[in-house]
């Protein structure tokens, strides 16, 4: 049977459950359907959200029973004097996704599932971003023109950070260890990594995931990517509903020091007079540092582990850091924590040696094994991307330029220190994959 005539027979059946009420059978078809790569249609995809908000409302009926347990257990404890810090145990809500929110961002983003694993991206939410892209600019340009050093230094100091950090485009791991390195990310990967952050904190939030109290430890933070975009989608909310009082313990885990400074620095210009209650706690080491870490990583404490884009390129040290990241899981998680994983399509598909395919199925086998090696369980996945194919697009630079919102702050920067004729777009192109033990 060819597959369009599968496809269809698949639909046709799943239409008939629908109407004879067998959710059952329709959960069933919908899965072979989504694994089939096949794209969902519209009664297919309101059977699919129909089945993420009865799960939604089902956790939500099972928190609001704990809290009722707890609040029993409160009184026969007031009864006998016996005030403790129990208080601390109720129900530590998430927050409810808002589907004004969602809407809003998914239309601000142009959000376009075009699979069940792969969403397309060629928006902005341009309120947020051009105020937080315009003071980082700004920010940057600051730090390079307060230096004191010679103009021939400094162009010396920057063409060490770039050539460093161009390596990327080759398939190599940058050292980020050089005096301007950290200015040359702000310059040339924060944005787009922020971008990506903020959108998988989105997805966290939309699956009803995202708690008020949370400890987040970032493996190998750079200046707090992971924490600037769930900041900057805090704020996207500010227009839909009152936040509750939100508490963010965030535990950064970086080597060079001067990342953890310059994000810091730029956080407290920006971000923390947006009425940000989040803390910071900075750990200056290696993640291959593993014997020091184990004694200073609380156990048992983070609600989130989050690695963004730290996965290498060499096989020796990518093998020995995924034993570091399992230890880490194992040892500082939380039983009902999540592992939050964003790494480029490239490096994820290279280290499995597979090619660029529009094949749903193998794209799973690897993201499974990838998540396997970790020593997790993979809970779902997304692939995020600027254009609506996985091959890739013949002529990306045309497509970016009409289609992709541009970085017309930072732009101007890059130019000139990167020497490089073209402006800056804010572009996707990772894997979104959310895990637990």
Not at 132 to 159: M, P, T
Not at 183 to 191: A, C, K, P, S
Not at 303 to 331: L, T
Request: net charge positive; hydrophobic share 40%.
């Amino acid at each position: 049977m060819s597959n369009p005539l599968a496809n269809w027979w698949r639909s046709h059946q799943f239409n008939e459950a629908v109407k004879s009420q067998n959710n059952r059978l329709a959960k069933q078809l919908l899965k072979q359907i989504e694994n089939s790569g096949a794209k969902l249609s519209w009664q297919q995809k309101l059977f699919k959200e129909r089945l993420q908000l009865e799960k939604l409302l089902q956790k939500k009926n099972d928190r609001i029973k704990e809290g009722d347990r707890h609040l029993a257990e409160l009184e026969i404890q007031l009864s006998f004097g016996q005030l403790d810090d129990s208080l601390a145990r109720i129900d530590e809500s998430t927050l409810f996704p808002d589907t004004k929110l969602i809407e809003y961002i998914s239309k601000a983003f142009k959000l376009i599932e075009c699979d069940a694993s792969m969403i397309q991206c060629t928006g902005i939410d341009d309120k947020v971003f051009n105020k937080f892209e315009q003071h980082l600019a700004g920010f940057i340009k600051n730090e390079l023109n307060k230096s004191n050093r010679e103009k021939s230094n400094v162009d010396y100091l920057l063409k060490q950070a770039i050539d460093d950090i161009q390596k990327l485009k080759e398939g190599q791991d940058p050292q980020y260890s050089f005096e301007l390195s950290p200015h040359i990310y702000l310059m040339r990967y924060f944005l787009d990594n922020v971008y990506c952050t903020y959108l998988a904190w989105f997805l966290v939030y939309k699956a009803g995931l995202l708690p008020t109290k949370l400890n987040i430890l970032d493996i190998a933070a750079g200046p707090g990517t992971v924490a600037y975009g769930l900041g900057l989608l805090l704020q996207s909310s500010s227009d839909f509903f009152s936040m509750p009082p939100m508490h963010i313990s965030y535990y950064s885990l970086e080597q060079q020091k001067a990342f953890q400074y310059r994000g810091l620095q730029f956080w407290r210009q920006y971000m923390e007079p947006q009425a940000m209650n989040a803390y910071f706690r900075f750990d200056t080491s290696s993640i291959f540092d593993s014997a020091n870490q184990s004694k200073r990583l609380p156990r048992k404490f983070f609600d989130f582990i989050v690695i963004s884009h730290c996965f290498f390129y060499d096989d020796e040290r990518r093998e020995k850091s995924h034993q570091i990241y399992k230890d880490i899981f194992i040892n500082t998680l939380t039983d009902s924590g999540y592992v939050l994983l964003i790494i480029q399509e490239k490096k994820l598909l290279k280290a499995y040696n597979v090619r660029r395919v529009n094949d749903c199925q193998k794209e799973l086998s690897v993201v499974k094994q990838f998540v396997d090696e970790l020593g997790l369980n993979l809970v779902w996945y997304k692939y995020l991307r600027s254009t609506d194919s996985r091959t890739s697009h013949p002529n990306f630079a045309k497509f970016a330029k009409e289609n992709l919102p541009l970085q017309k702050f930072i732009s101007p920067l890059f130019r000139q220190h990167f020497k490089l004729p073209y402006d800056l777009s804010y572009a996707v192109d990772d894997y979104v994959v959310l895990a637990n033990k």
